[in-house]
């Protein structure tokens, strides 16, 4: 199994970026998929997270400006951020925990390499 994520870049403040993460291999299925980021210097913490079902949860400090969805279909998460701050800078990894055959009860946890999201002032 491998996580790919895409879609970081570069943006001033206040703009937008989407990233994607695509899980490829031997799924049955995929439980939860979050988001994680880290800053410079910092450790790494969890910005948004979403269930099979489709509930989410975000880090206060994202709330209301980034939105994580998911599409069971081709085995993608997505943050949409929205309104940027330079504190939203980082690298930004997607983690998936990921059910390969029907013996695999509780699922192997994975991660993509990262994406780098710098915000200018």
């Known amino acids: 199994v491998q996580l790919q994520a895409s879609g970081g870049g570069w943006v001033q403040a206040g703009g937008s970026l989407r990233l994607s993460c695509a899980a490829s291999?031997?799924?049955?299925?995929?439980?939860?998929m979050d988001w994680y980021r880290q800053a410079p210097g910092k450790q790494r913490e969890l910005v948004a997270h979403?269930?099979?079902?489709?509930?989410?949860d975000y880090v206060d400090s994202v709330k209301g400006r980034f939105t994580i969805s998911r599409d069971n279909g081709k085995n993608t998460v997505y943050l949409q951020m929205n309104s940027l701050k330079p504190e939203d800078t980082g690298v930004y990894y997607c983690?998936?925990?990921?059910?390969?055959?029907?013996?695999?009860?509780?699922?192997?946890?994975?991660w993509g390499p990262g994406t780098q999201v710098t915000v200018s002032s």
């Open positions: 983690h998936a925990r990921i059910r390969s055959s029907r013996w695999d009860v509780a699922g192997n946890d994975y």
């Open positions: 291999g031997s799924i049955l299925s995929i439980d939860v």
């Open positions: 979403i269930t099979s079902g489709g509930s989410t």
